[in-house]
Every structure is written in C-alpha cells, then in structure tokens.
C-alpha cells in the first residue's frame, strides 16, 4: 500500500510540476506503479497477503480470549 501511496503522490506532483520532480521523465512515475504491481504479484502469488490476514486474525481471536478471561477473574496463560 505504502508503494501505491508514493506512486499516486509522484504522479501529482509530475502532472502538477511541483519541485524536483516536474524534470523527471514519465518513465520513472510510470515505473513506480509497475513496481507496484510486481509487489502485489509477488505478495499474492508466495502467500504474504494471506499469511498476514491469518495472523491479524489470531492475533484479534487471542486478545478477545484474554479480554474474557480477565473479565472472568481468570489470568491469561502467557504463550509457550
């Protein structure tokens, strides 16, 4: 997402002429949103983006498990 967010201020700061980058060619903005899409690639095709999910997940399941021990009086188990 962080390279999306650099590529779309590129892109307007090129089109807008501001600073530096106005001299740049439209190759290197046009670059940056490759670069984009190959991390995307990449991240989809070795199992990154959904390693990631799985472990946001687990991590909200096991804070809600600990939240509901604690509301019990119980003391969560500190992990292994």
Known sequence: MYLLGISLLLLLLK???????ATWSWWVIVGSFGATAAWWMWADATGYTKRKAVERM?????????KNKEALGMRPRKPR
């Open 15 to 21: 089109y807008m002429e501001i600073g530096p980058v």
């Open 58 to 66: 687990e991590k909200r399941k096991q804070d809600r498990i600990n």
